[in-house]
């Protein structure tokens, strides 16, 4: 079985300019989250989206959005970048969007903001 | 604000070493704690604890959860070079709204030498 994919792998953007980023989750995963991971750090949370809805927002300007689409993909929006938006950006999809499921995650895609 | 936090950050032992990795959390709405192992980019799932004093064991890597304390160890025995990574711990929180959200700790830089 495939697991969860995204792209693009990378991406180059200069200051200002919005991304798109794409993820597919596992056959059969409802839940899909979002993550940002700057170098050394851990994940942290951006959204999580279950049955096409948001369910949980971690705390990101407002020029962050999500959304997830009927076949449970999703994609995330920033716009007007800035450089600290530099990172590597992880989805995860999880069966539900409870707790006691695990959630596996994506190779991620590493943007770089100049 | 919830908090996990990893000890130590980086750590380097050699091949046959045993190790063993900190995560304490401070927390609302415990769910459950999560270790993962990540090499390049998508973090891998290792374990799931949600009872305190229960080990779970995958070949050479044990962990457990005290729940009165606050903490979990994740335990490397024999180690191999293959084992150097960053090791991720994330604790499980009920943000309500029907999800649950992941905090993650900075993580723990494991480099086994030969």
């Known amino acids: 079985d495939a697991g969860v994919t995204q792209s693009p792998t990378h991406l180059i953007k200069t200051r200002g300019q919005h991304v798109t980023l794409r993820c597919s989750p596992i056959?059969?995963?409802?839940?899909v989250s979002w993550y940002q991971q700057v170098l050394g750090q851990g994940p942290q949370f951006i959204f999580q989206?279950?049955?096409?809805?948001?369910?949980g927002r971690g705390n990101f300007p407002d020029r962050f959005s999500a959304r997830q689409f009927p076949n449970y993909s999703s994609e995330l929006n920033v716009n007007a970048l800035l450089l600290g938006d530099s990172a590597l950006y992880l989805c995860a999809s999880s069966l539900a969007g409870r707790s006691q499921v695990t959630q596996y995650f994506g190779p991620g895609t590493r943007l770089l903001v100049l | 604000e919830d908090k996990v936090v990893q000890s130590p950050l980086s750590l380097v032992v050699h091949e046959g070493d045993t190790v063993t990795l900190n995560c304490s959390y401070e927390?609302?709405?415990?769910?459950?704690l999560l270790w993962y192992k990540q090499e390049k980019k998508a973090p891998t799932f290792l374990f799931m604890l949600?009872?305190?004093?229960i080990e779970k064991k995958s070949g050479r890597l044990s962990s457990i959860l005290d729940k009165k304390e606050l903490f979990s160890i994740l335990n490397i025995t024999a180690t191999q070079t293959g084992d150097s990574a960053v090791y991720l711990c994330?604790?499980?929180?009920?943000?309500?709204?029907?999800?649950?959200?992941?905090?993650f700790g900075k993580g723990t830089h494991l480099i086994i030498q030969p």
């Open positions: 949600t009872s305190s004093g």
């Open positions: 994330a604790v499980v929180t009920y943000s309500g709204g029907g999800a649950d959200g992941l905090t």
């Open positions: 989206y279950y049955e096409k809805e948001e369910r």
């Open positions: 056959s059969g995963h409802k839940s």
């Open positions: 927390v609302t709405n415990f769910r459950s």
